[in-house]
């Protein structure tokens, strides 16, 4: 088979580090690499592969023009980015095979770049939601992350021998991630104290199978089908997977090969399986041999897609001739829209230019509208203002946004946009008119704000980041993306809270802030009522609000501080020196975290402090809001 394959980047941490025969059986092919690849030279088995660089813009012909003589590729992989360096690769004359991950924020918002390209790789709950565009869904497929040349029967330890009774390695940041990080903090605060818990992040690959030969149980809460399913059964571990992820059941059976769970039952779950270790042992053993039926690597796995795509009576001429029949507004917005994972993902710049490429390409898309669809042209419009807005190019962004005003007058996220900007300009009081027609045309026309989703989260922007979670996993929670207008309340009311606090109106600042809470308890708004409420010396207030908030993210460090120190100004030093007692506990837990690990010894003094000196306690909670 001959394999045109993309590569994103460094050879080395994308091919070599997928694990010593993750990718044997792809390299064995006679394959060639093409992208943005910094090596100058690829050996395999005393076979050198040859490499394609691609740094900036070029056509699909000039590609295959840089094939070495009579190399004629069966079938091309792309990656969703491989639209930013060749944006006319939907003009492929074989058959494309797309890597589309959840990861790839650009495959969110716009589903119908999928129809790009001719075969698609997706492990998402959500592949129904592709079902009303025209694209060939390889069927579900994992494979370890990382494996090594010893047999995958390899066992360290039996199941009651390994010294971790639980284990999670995964991001659980309280952006992207809010439900896995409460789950886990939950499960480390509820656990009897003789169980050890481990939760890690920033774990090397060759490091995963180690920690996981220590473990009995992988804890998964995805919505996707996960590598950890695979890793759990290569390991002997016992996989728990959250009952709401669909997925993962069509490959392994519940209660058979893993043991699926809800936050209710999770606990009574890990003790029972962790006690009855002949039960767990005949399920690992289960997942095992399903293990040895499958594909066992990366390479291996989408090897057997390109095989079953090349099988396939699908032509690349009908993907050429649909995509040329298509409106050009949309097809060119598709092209756009990926040239933002160079702002996601910041380590990645590809091609250099691609702020202007990205806007050059949108402009295109916005100049081509020719219909009255408004379903047409709102997408890639809505998309421009958002993109200029998060690069911080207000003029460019306004010029959008007038647009967008002119047009679809109707549609709330373009006043909040334009209320942010006003108030960077320091606009004040424009910019409180803006906040509040958000509100207004939010609460009218909630439809459009369910429909046209604002595309891209804002870096750091703790709603914005749950209302993007919110709409992406939609598939599992079953919901019909109200998320969205609560998501633009709080931001709104938030705003009008600080717009107050800058005219020194710390009660009406409090109103607003209390009022972005009623419809989300974010902390980012709640630890500014908080703070209002600690310098009022309202520590009641201060209670109520900081607890409100800790029942959404019991992980927030600042309100977990805020509660203790109301506890302590209202004299129930007790409940104060437990709290902080169970929140070292449960920190101790996140290992690898250097914030969780200080804090975990801070809170321990505090509490001995706790015993002799109120003040002193108070004093080393106001330092530590102060650098958080």
């Given at each position: 088979?001959?394999?045109?394959?993309?590569?994103?980047?460094?050879?080395?941490?994308?091919?070599?580090?997928?694990?010593?025969i993750g990718?044997?059986?792809?390299?064995?092919?006679?394959?060639?690499?093409?992208?943005?690849?910094p090596?100058?030279?690829?050996?395999?088995?005393?076979?050198?592969?040859?490499?394609?660089?691609?740094?900036?813009?070029?056509?699909?012909?000039e590609?295959?023009?840089?094939?070495?003589?009579?190399?004629?590729?069966?079938?091309v992989?792309?990656?969703?980015?491989?639209?930013?360096?060749?944006?006319?690769?939907?003009?492929?004359?074989?058959?494309?095979?797309?890597?589309?991950?959840?990861?790839?924020?650009?495959?969110?918002?716009?589903?119908?770049?999928?129809?790009?390209?001719?075969?698609?790789?997706?492990?998402?709950?959500?592949?129904?939601?592709?079902?009303?565009?025209?694209?060939?869904?390889?069927?579900?497929?994992?494979?370890?992350?990382?494996?090594?040349?010893?047999?995958?029967?390899?066992?360290?330890?039996?199941?009651?021998?390994?010294?971790?009774?639980?284990?999670?390695?995964?991001?659980?940041?309280?952006?992207?991630?809010?439900?896995?990080?409460e789950?886990?903090?939950?499960?480390a605060?509820?656990?009897?104290?003789?169980?050890?818990?481990?939760?890690?992040?920033?774990?090397?690959?060759?490091?995963?199978?180690?920690?996981?030969?220590?473990?009995k149980?992988?804890?998964?809460?995805?919505?996707?089908?996960?590598?950890?399913?695979?890793?759990?059964?290569?390991?002997?571990?016992?996989?728990?997977?959250?009952?709401?992820?669909?997925?993962?059941?069509?490959?392994?059976?519940?209660?058979?090969?893993?043991?699926?769970?809800?936050?209710?039952?999770?606990?009574?779950?890990?003790?029972?399986?962790?006690?009855?270790?002949?039960?767990?042992?005949?399920?690992?053993?289960?997942?095992?041999?399903?293990?040895?039926?499958n594909?066992?690597?990366?390479?291996?796995?989408?090897?057997?897609?390109?095989?079953?795509?090349?099988?396939?009576?699908?032509?690349?001429?009908?993907?050429?001739k649909?995509?040329?029949?298509?409106?050009?507004?949309?097809?060119?917005?598709?092209?756009?829209?990926?040239?933002?994972?160079?702002?996601?993902?910041?380590?990645?710049?590809?091609?250099?230019?691609?702020?202007?490429?990205?806007?050059?390409?949108?402009?295109?898309?916005?100049?081509a509208?020719?219909?009255?669809?408004?379903?047409?042209?709102?997408?890639?419009?809505v998309?421009?203002?958002?993109?200029?807005?998060?690069?911080n190019?207000?003029?460019?962004?306004?010029?959008?946004?007038?647009?967008?005003?002119?047009?679809?007058?109707?549609?709330?996220w373009?006043?909040?946009?334009?209320g942010?900007?006003?108030?960077?300009?320091?606009e004040?009081?424009l910019?409180?008119?803006?906040?509040?027609?958000?509100?207004?045309?939010?609460?009218?026309y909630?439809?459009?704000?369910?429909?046209?989703?604002?595309?891209?989260?804002?870096s750091?922007n703790?709603?914005?980041?749950?209302?993007?979670?919110?709409?992406?996993?939609?598939?599992?929670?079953?919901?019909?993306?109200?998320y969205?207008?609560?998501?633009?309340?709080?931001?709104?009311?938030?705003?009008?809270?600080?717009?107050?606090?800058?005219?020194?109106d710390?009660?009406?600042?409090?109103?607003?802030?209390?009022?972005?809470?009623?419809?989300?308890?974010?902390?980012?708004?709640?630890?500014?009522?908080?703070?209002?409420?600690?310098?009022?010396?309202?520590?009641?207030?201060?209670?109520?609000?900081?607890?409100?908030?800790?029942?959404?993210?019991?992980?927030?460090y600042?309100?977990?501080?805020?509660?203790?120190i109301?506890?302590?100004?209202?004299?129930?030093?007790?409940?104060?020196?437990?709290?902080?007692?169970?929140e070292?506990?449960?920190?101790?837990?996140?290992?690898?975290?250097?914030?969780?690990?200080?804090?975990?010894?801070?809170?321990?003094?505090?509490?001995?402090?706790?015993?002799?000196?109120?003040?002193?306690?108070?004093?080393?909670?106001?330092?530590?809001?102060?650098?958080?």
């Amino acid at each position: 088979m001959k394999i045109l394959y993309f590569v994103l980047g460094a050879l080395e941490s994308r091919i070599k580090n997928s694990g010593s025969i993750g990718l044997n059986s792809l390299l064995r092919q006679d394959i060639i690499f093409y992208g943005p690849i910094p090596e100058d030279r690829f050996v395999f088995e005393e076979k050198e592969i040859p490499i394609i660089k691609i740094w900036n813009e070029t056509s699909i012909n000039e590609l295959f023009n840089a094939l070495p003589e009579k190399w004629y590729p069966d079938i091309v992989t792309c990656e969703t980015s491989v639209l930013n360096i060749i944006p006319d690769i939907y003009k492929c004359p074989v058959k494309t095979y797309l890597m589309a991950r959840d990861a790839w924020i650009d495959t969110i918002y716009n589903k119908g770049i999928v129809e790009l390209f001719d075969f698609i790789r997706y492990d998402g709950i959500d592949r129904d939601s592709y079902i009303s565009f025209n694209p060939n869904l390889m069927p579900l497929s994992g494979c370890p992350t990382f494996l090594e040349d010893s047999k995958i029967e390899k066992r360290v330890r039996k199941f009651k021998d390994r010294p971790i009774d639980v284990i999670a390695i995964a991001n659980y940041i309280s952006l992207s991630y809010h439900t896995r990080y409460e789950l886990f903090f939950e499960l480390a605060k509820n656990m009897p104290q003789n169980f050890k818990i481990k939760f890690l992040i920033a774990v090397k690959r060759n490091e995963i199978n180690n920690y996981y030969r220590q473990s009995k149980i992988i804890i998964d809460w995805s919505y996707t089908l996960a590598n950890r399913s695979y890793e759990a059964a290569i390991n002997g571990c016992l996989l728990f997977s959250h009952e709401d992820n669909k997925v993962i059941e069509q490959v392994w059976k519940p209660w058979e090969e893993y043991i699926p769970f809800n936050n209710s039952n999770l606990i009574e779950l890990v003790e029972y399986y962790v006690l009855h270790d002949d039960e767990s042992e005949k399920i690992i053993t289960n997942a095992l041999k399903k293990l040895n039926t499958n594909p066992i690597s990366w390479g291996d796995s989408i090897l057997s897609h390109l095989h079953q795509a090349l099988e396939s009576t699908h032509l690349p001429s009908d993907r050429i001739k649909y995509l040329d029949s298509i409106d050009q507004t949309t097809l060119l917005h598709r092209l756009a829209t990926p040239l933002y994972f160079n702002y996601h993902f910041s380590q990645y710049s590809i091609p250099n230019n691609w702020k202007e490429v990205y806007f050059q390409r949108i402009d295109k898309s916005i100049a081509a509208y020719k219909n009255e669809e408004e379903q047409t042209l709102l997408p890639p419009l809505v998309e421009a203002s958002r993109m200029a807005f998060i690069l911080n190019r207000y003029e460019l962004a306004l010029e959008y946004i007038i647009k967008l005003k002119s047009i679809f007058p109707n549609y709330a996220w373009t006043y909040y946009l334009h209320g942010r900007i006003l108030f960077d300009q320091k606009e004040y009081r424009l910019s409180e008119e803006n906040f509040k027609k958000a509100i207004s045309y939010g609460k009218v026309y909630p439809e459009l704000l369910t429909k046209y989703i604002l595309p891209f989260a804002e870096s750091e922007n703790v709603c914005d980041h749950r209302r993007v979670t919110d709409y992406l996993w939609q598939s599992s929670y079953n919901h019909n993306n109200e998320y969205q207008e609560k998501a633009l309340n709080n931001l709104c009311y938030t705003a009008l809270g600080d717009l107050f606090l800058i005219n020194n109106d710390a009660k009406k600042a409090t109103e607003q802030f209390i009022l972005a809470n009623t419809n989300l308890p974010i902390p980012s708004s709640l630890n500014k009522v908080c703070e209002l409420y600690l310098k009022a010396n309202q520590y009641n207030e201060l209670l109520e609000a900081s607890t409100m908030g800790l029942d959404d993210s019991p992980y927030d460090y600042k309100l977990f501080i805020f509660k203790t120190i109301a506890l302590i100004k209202l004299n129930r030093k007790k409940e104060a020196r437990s709290i902080l007692k169970e929140e070292a506990k449960i920190l101790k837990c996140f290992e690898r975290n250097k914030i969780a690990e200080k804090l975990s010894l801070i809170f321990r003094l505090l509490a001995i402090s706790l015993y002799f000196e109120k003040q002193l306690s108070i004093m080393g909670f106001s330092l530590l809001l102060k650098k958080l």
